[in-house]
């Protein structure tokens, strides 16, 4: 198994359990390695995965999405396959937030910390830059992205603690409608 096979299961592990509740006994259950396997792939034991799963997912967002939202192709079709891949990343609203699940017990690791934040940073770059492509000022593209990305977020946990997917498709829905309003 390769490193970055092991972080896509640890991402699913940590979304299901949540950093606290996830134990190594779990990790080697779903990875199928020994404690001393996931030790020689992560010296710094679970606060290294959860690390590296962070870093995995930033590394997603700058590659995939921003690149995906700052191509040429019209802004209709950049939102439209940027919803496509979250929805699909979300599993339309089944699938925990990382940033959820993983920051609270963690942020006192300062690169854990730096790195949640630049996640959020650069979410908000991409909602940014779809609501400038859809005529909004800076102020107001601003205002937008962190309103989608709070909308998102939000709709994530209620989505998963009242289990009812359709609070996310909602949400999505209208983050769509925030997006293109150019007022």
């Given amino acids: 198994m390769t490193k970055i096979e092991l972080i896509q299961i640890l991402i699913n592990e940590f979304r299901k359990f949540g950093y606290e509740g996830l134990s190594l006994r779990q990790i080697s259950q779903a990875t199928g390695l020994g404690k001393a396997s996931l030790y020689h792939y992560f010296p710094g034991g679970k606060k290294e995965m959860a690390f590296e799963v962070m870093k995995a997912a930033n590394s997603w967002i700058e590659k995939d999405l921003q690149t995906l939202v700052s191509s040429d192709l019209p802004p209709d079709e950049r939102l439209e396959s940027l919803i496509k891949i979250l929805k699909e990343f979300y599993q339309n609203g089944k ?25 959020l940073k650069n979410l908000t770059n991409i909602f940014f830059t779809l609501a400038k492509e859809y005529g909004q000022n800076e102020t107001q593209a601003y205002i937008t992205a962190q309103t989608a990305l709070s909308l998102l977020q939000g709709s994530l946990i209620q989505s998963r603690i009242l289990q009812d997917t359709n609070i996310f498709e909602q949400q999505f829905n209208y983050v769509v409608r925030l997006l293109k309003n150019s007022k």
């Fill in 95 to 119: 699938n925990a937030c990382l940033l959820d699940v993983m920051t609270i017990d963690n942020c006192s690791n300062d690169d854990f910390y730096l790195e949640s934040r630049n996640i």
